[in-house]
């Protein structure tokens, strides 16, 4: 199993903008047949060294991760998160 966390901070955090960065990010669930699991969580502590959204998904392997990546129903989401993030970091690992 491949873990995928992918954590975002927003260039401008507006309720519209989280709002649309989660239904973005959400909209991926059933539409890449290799992601077996997401989950998309928001930051309440609002600390300083705190992101605004996480995003954890879930895949049998290494390949499913890869095919992911460049799935046709992915790039648009990618795409969104860019033009709404300053940054984003990932990690990804296998259980």
Known sequence: MVKHIVMFKL??????NMERAVDSLKSLEGKIETLKSIEVGTDF??????YDIVLTAQFENREGLEIYGGH?????VVKIMRSLCSSSVVVDYEV
Do not use: G, I, W
């Open 11 to 16: 260039a401008e955090k507006t309720p519209e």
């Open 72 to 76: 046709e129903n992915h790039l648009p």
């Open 45 to 50: 502590l609002e600390s300083e060294r705190s």
